[in-house]
């Protein structure tokens, strides 16, 4: 079983950066691949970005695409989500993934325009 505890989410204004890190349990993370994704008011769950479990392959939201970079450290067991340009639609619960099953509880980010 693996836990992911999300933190870094925040108010910011737009055009504004913050780094997500999702700190995982268990000693399978590595074998993970890792993502994020996120959950607007009143909309369904997106896909935001997704690294494989050994970092060769990253994917990203075309909406995030050249903003967002996902990266993880496997010795410290945490993904991260940096996130630059951040426009207020990117407003949302932003959640942590481990292996399609495993979900964190969210963190909270809110881009003011």
């Known amino acids: 079983q693996v836990q992911l505890v999300e933190s870094g989410g925040g108010l910011v204004q737009a055009g504004g950066s913050l780094r997500l890190s999702c700190a995982a349990s268990?000693?399978?993370?590595?074998?993970?691949?890792m993502a994020w994704y996120r959950q607007a008011p009143g909309k369904a769950r997106e896909f935001v970005a997704r690294?494989?479990?050994?970092?060769?392959?990253?994917y990203y939201a075309g909406s995030v695409e050249g903003r967002f970079t996902i990266s993880r450290d496997n010795a410290k067991n945490t993904v991260y989500l940096q996130m630059n340009s951040l426009k207020p639609e990117d407003t949302a619960i932003y959640y942590c993934?481990?292996?399609?099953?495993?979900w964190g509880q969210g963190t909270q980010v809110t881009v003011s325009s």
């Open positions: 993934n481990a292996g399609y099953l495993h």
């Open positions: 268990g000693r399978t993370f590595s074998s993970y691949d």
């Open positions: 690294m494989t479990w050994s970092g060769g392959s990253t």
